[in-house]
């Protein structure tokens, strides 16, 4: 057996057990051990609403405009859920905020959380004033009547392809040694209940792990460059910004838009 197939043998007892704290939205799952993609599986399989695809390693992982989801194939949680939903803006929000919670669980301490609007998880180590760099990632896609939520989570990567090395951070990176089942465990009730907030109580959760609201940050939109102050983020409506040299502010959707990497702070 190799470590790979080691490491997941207790994956279908322990997220059976992680199951039964989903009661709302996530019913079943299939554990792969490797696949170019588990967001592409879910479609080939048409798997029905309510089933999360989970895999052991992933070869070609992508992420939103058709970017790659890079790293070690074997080191990250990497999973996909089906929901029989159409707001894609909101869902990813509400992914994020799981994700969020999930990690806020298993922090020894070491790590603040904080979401990079609409759907990056960042992490900064605590105390340090380091820069905010990408733990985990959301992607949502429609397919059918269903939406299909990606996430991935940096787990256990010690390094990363050059162009990633300043941006990304794994869990182990930041002090946290915690098994990839123990994240998988925590993630899915956690994502359940997310996507069941109501908008007013995802809107309070959100703001409470909003990490660009107030600054000013360069993003693009549509293929156009901006800078401006971000007024507020609202999970339906987008981003509220007041443009640098304008009096009136803007909303921005989700779909067409990419903030920049805050700063420090
Ligand atoms: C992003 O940051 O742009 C989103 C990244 C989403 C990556 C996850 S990993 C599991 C799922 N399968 C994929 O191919 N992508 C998502």
Request: hydrophobic share 45%.
């Amino acid at each position: 057996m190799n470590d790979l197939a080691r490491e997941m043998e207790s994956w279908p007892d322990r997220i059976d057990k992680a199951m039964v704290h989903c009661g709302a939205h996530l019913r079943d799952y299939i554990i792969i051990s490797q696949i170019a993609s588990t967001q592409d599986i879910a479609r080939k399989l048409n798997v029905p609403a309510g089933t999360v695809i989970i895999a052991g390693a992933q070869t070609a992982g992508r992420g939103r405009f058709g970017r790659s989801w890079s790293g070690d194939p074997s080191q990250g949680v990497y999973v996909s859920i089906v929901l029989p939903w159409k707001n894609a803006p909101r869902l990813a929000i509400a992914s994020a905020v799981g994700v969020v919670s999930a990690l806020q669980m298993i922090n020894q301490g070491n790590a603040t959380f904080g979401i990079k609007w609409p759907n990056d998880v960042l992490a900064q180590e605590k105390g340090n004033n380091t820069s905010w760099r990408k733990l985990s990632g959301v992607l949502v896609e429609q397919f059918n009547d269903c939406a299909i939520i990606g996430i991935g989570i940096n787990v256990l990567h010690r390094t990363w392809p050059e162009e990633l090395a300043e941006r990304a951070v794994s869990l182990l990176q930041l002090g946290i040694q915690v098994e990839r089942i123990a994240v998988i465990e925590q993630l899915l009730p956690a994502i359940d209940a997310a996507i069941t907030l109501n908008c007013v109580q995802l809107t309070r959760r959100f703001n409470t792990v909003d990490i660009m609201t107030g600054r000013v940050c360069n993003f693009v939109s549509a293929g156009e460059n901006y800078k401006g102050e971000i007024m507020s983020i609202d999970p339906q409506r987008g981003l509220h910004v007041r443009l640098d040299g304008d009096k009136e502010s803007r909303w921005f959707a989700a779909e067409s838009t990419t903030l920049q990497v805050p700063s420090a702070k």
